[in-house]
């Protein structure tokens, strides 16, 4: 890999960048975004260059496409026949079947892996980027690519490669599934104005993704919707389960299970 | 107030006394628990010294019942004509209806205000005892009494009064609620063996109330099950009805509302 476009250079595209350079990637860094973006990016040393989409994609041997979901599912369509034989295409949307389905269809000579690092932070923008922002946290891919799978090794990621179907649904269950359940517990909560008097740790822990913005999440439910209605089921049928056997010494069984759970959650990530 | 009997010398009754004496409290601190208890909570300091319940009882201008709830329903009935007159006796269970309705029955001639200090910590035993525990959070009172409002005040909580259903409505939705959400988010994903592999801080704040013992829920759930089952309706309810809005325009405006209770929660707790 000689040379890298980076397509949408804000929180996650700029810490790849800064990530690669870390890793001792010496080749061209192209940013693809918006003037003021792309400016911004350059003044703080996270790319060499900028270019427009489709001079970035001629010149690329790695394009990263870092946007919002359905910016990503526009852009590989704009890619189509532009991207050369022999360039990677890789992306960082949450969800993955849909953009995998679209990579199917429109890009003709290169090759197109998807990805997803399981990292952020609670502020975006390149100002934000950090070339540490990927260490220890997973990094899927859908497929094996020995190229990308040096450089995500190589900025400290733990690689995980997965099926786009399995992707959507575990990340539904482990991230979508949480976000939906601290929207609702905020909304039900705010339903009671004396409810913020009594409120400990516990309803704090539990908002506190309530406070992110829909603007993410609005793809993520537009490209994940089976997957989450699964989630959603499970879960519901649990609550259900637990309503019923809330006085019985069941109980106790279902709280060490879920102990054992949230233990084995904390050793992995 | 000359003389306290402290009830149970674990890390809340250990707290409170800790917390009056650095309030000022120049009077005797008598601890109510078993000996290996007790003992150390002289060594400690926390207490001047220990009685049985019934001595303890018949000194005491409080009685600060700090014991697991069942403990505090047992209690009530064997302090019932042993308490003197003039008496106050208060406790910091986590439910109130119950404990309340037992103390009208049991406690004939001192006067009880049932009491819920929102405060606590992962570990527990009077080693854990700190006089700052209660500062700056919410304290419940079921009815006002100025002697042990005067000393709350002193203690630096914020001093919260609440009719017994009322405060049992409200902690099932701020806090037993978020419990079980946790402990059955935990068990769906467990279920899926394969989910830790792609978990995040999503995950992880979402499934550490999981971890909590169950020996502390399990009179919980006996003693504030018509609540909890309505604040699971509620939940259940929500979920439903986001569930169905999904890929709505609608859910705008639900995060707009979950972020605006979320902060108001960050405000006052």
Known sequence: VKTVAIVGVGLIGGSF????????????????????????????????????????????????????????????GLLGTRARKGTVITDAGSTKTLICERAADAIRHAKFV???????????????????????????????????????????????????????????????????????????????????????????DLTRLALSPYEIWRDIFATNGLSIDAAFAAFIAKLESLRLQLRSPEMERVFDKAATSARALRKTS
Chains 1, 2 share one sequence.
């Open 114 to 204: 998807g990805g997803h690092p399981m990292a952020g932070k609670e502020s975006r923008g390149v100002e934000e980027a950090e070339a540490d922002l990927f260490r220890g946290r997973p990094y899927v891919l859908t497929a094996r690519e020995p190229h990308l799978e040096k450089w995500i090794e190589a900025i400290g990621a733990r690689l995980v490669i997965l099926d786009p179907v399995e992707h959507d649904k575990l990340v539904a269950l482990v991230s979508h599934l949480p976000q939906l359940l601290s929207t609702a517990l905020a909304v039900v909560i705010g339903d009671h104005s004396a409810a913020s008097q009594v409120a400990g740790p516990a309803a704090s």
């Open 17 to 76: 960048a800064l990530a690669l350079r870390k890793a001792g990637f010496d080749g061209q860094i192209i940013g693809v975004s918006s003037p003021p973006t792309v400016e911004r990016a350059q003044s703080l040393g996270v790319i060499d260059a900028a270019a427009p989409l489709q001079d970035a994609a001629a010149r690329a041997d790695l394009i990263y496409l870092a946007q919002p979901i359905q910016q990503i599912l526009e852009t590989l």
